[in-house]
């Protein structure tokens, strides 16, 4: 922890200039304007669209009705109790992850998904007081001022209402990595490592993380990480038998070089596709990737990982090592590996609003956020992240071309913005002056 209760000798050393610390009351205002918005936005749930909770509730009932080979088959509808009948392979995770649905389709479906919602409210709450308590240096203000104002990032965030209208696992996750952060932070690396698997074992781009570790030999992080997998996927497979993983591994097999065009799906692969041709806003169908947009898509997510591997190692030659870089290698690697994946649905990124808010206290400890640079930088990070993506540029962006294109990729561009100040700040001197 980069905080009052971790050892001196783990906190980011303040700079004499630095900013006056956060402000609890204003803080509390912003955190309760915060949380109204995102009542406002997300309380309706009654959504036919929201997949993927009626994927988790229907995998969780043939649970509970003993027809687990069902799995990943087509099914559901009104006769089976959610809104609409779904394609086979509907559920994407390993069928280990269905188990904790069972308790929730012994429910109703609607009530169910209230249910959730109320699950990824407490998530998001639990990742304030994580990333205020644990992630937050301690000279930015009292405790009470530091969770609020993390609170107020977190509700204001677009993808924190997308993933409570849609009852969605993203909250989960996120509370799972800023936890495993925060333990990374305190030295408690098992323990970080175990968080990091759970949130692995539900989004794919969390893996970014591990090659992390791995990269900055924290072997126990790293073998902690492994374990835990090596025991879930053996768990999963003493339950569910070995026909079920190898149906679900020919499914991602089969979505290889692949593309959804859909509007939130903000990777880089979806990202240069909308830009090179024409694709539909709304269509959520994988369709081939073109070998020109492919070869593309390789080349430049090949230099974005250069080019933040160069910018941390050449921080680790400068300065060693420090919970400040830390979180800014955290922040880097993980936008870059949720824009890496093939899909980065619009709420993955709600996995950012811990980084930037960590990557922001490092900054600010350094004095560096008088840069104008930087701040600009960082600004334009949180509005591309944070704002919603407007009802009449989804109807209009197909008319638009390679403009609307980028305008529908704001959540990609936000990613980018901060994976490229957080390695800026990873390969500064440790505390260094600015």
């Excluded at 109320?118 to 009292?142: D, R």
């Excluded at 409570?164 to 990595?177: D, G, I, K, S, W």
């Excluded at 993955?348 to 922001?360: D, M, N, R």
Aim: aromatic share 8%; hydrophobic share 60%; with cysteine.
């Amino acid at each position: 922890m980069i905080g009052g209760a971790a050892p001196a000798t783990v906190d980011i050393p303040a700079q004499p200039d630095a900013a006056p610390p956060l402000r609890a009351g204003v803080c509390a205002l912003l955190a309760v304007l915060a949380l109204a918005l995102l009542l406002v936005r997300a309380w309706r749930i009654d959504y036919d669209y929201s997949i993927d909770f009626q994927a988790y509730w229907l995998a969780g009932s043939r649970i509970l009705a003993g027809q687990a080979g069902d799995l990943y088959a087509a099914g559901g509808g009104p006769g089976q109790g959610t809104p609409r009948a779904l394609a086979a392979s509907e559920f994407k995770n390993l069928p280990l992850v269905a188990l904790p649905f069972a308790p929730l389709a012994a429910l109703e479906y609607a009530t169910a998904k209230r249910a959730f919602w109320w699950i990824n409210l407490a998530a998001l709450l639990a990742t304030g007081l994580v990333l205020g308590l644990g992630v937050l240096p301690a000279s930015l203000g009292s405790p009470a001022a530091r969770v609020a104002a993390c609170l107020a990032l977190l509700c204001a965030f677009a993808p924190a209402h997308i993933a409570l209208r849609h009852a969605q696992t993203t909250p989960l996750v996120t509370l799972a990595v800023t936890a495993s952060l925060a333990a990374l932070l305190r030295r408690r690396h098992a323990a970080s490592g175990v968080l990091l698997a759970a949130a692995a074992l539900v989004k794919w781009p969390v893996w970014a993380l591990a090659a992390l570790a791995a990269a900055r030999r924290r072997w126990r992080l790293a073998g902690a990480f492994a374990l835990t997998l090596a025991v879930a996927a053996a768990l999963s497979l003493a339950l569910f038998g070995t026909g079920l993983h190898a149906g679900y591994l020919d499914e991602m097999r089969a979505h290889a070089g692949t593309v959804m065009t859909g509007h939130n799906n903000q990777s880089l692969a979806a990202v240069l596709h909308r830009l090179s041709a024409p694709a539909a806003t709304f269509d959520w169908t994988p369709q081939p990737l073109p070998p020109a947009t492919r070869t593309a898509a390789l080349a430049a997510g090949v230099a974005l990982l250069a080019a933040l591997a160069l910018a941390l190692r050449r921080g680790r030659a400068a300065g060693g090592s420090g919970p400040g870089r830390d979180v800014a290698e955290f922040a880097a690697a993980l936008a870059a590996g949720i824009v890496l994946f093939p899909v980065a649905w619009d709420h993955y990124f709600l996995l950012l609003a811990p980084a930037l808010a960590g990557v922001t206290a490092v900054l600010h400890q350094d004095g560096l956020l008088r840069r104008p640079a930087v701040s600009v930088a960082l600004a334009l990070s949180f509005l591309c992240l944070a704002l919603p993506t407007p009802d009449r540029l989804l109807a209009a962006a197909a008319g638009l071309g390679p403009a609307g294109a980028a305008l529908l990729s704001h959540y990609f561009a936000g990613a980018l913005l901060l994976a490229g100040v957080s390695a800026w700040a990873a390969r500064r001197p440790a505390g260094g002056a600015p």
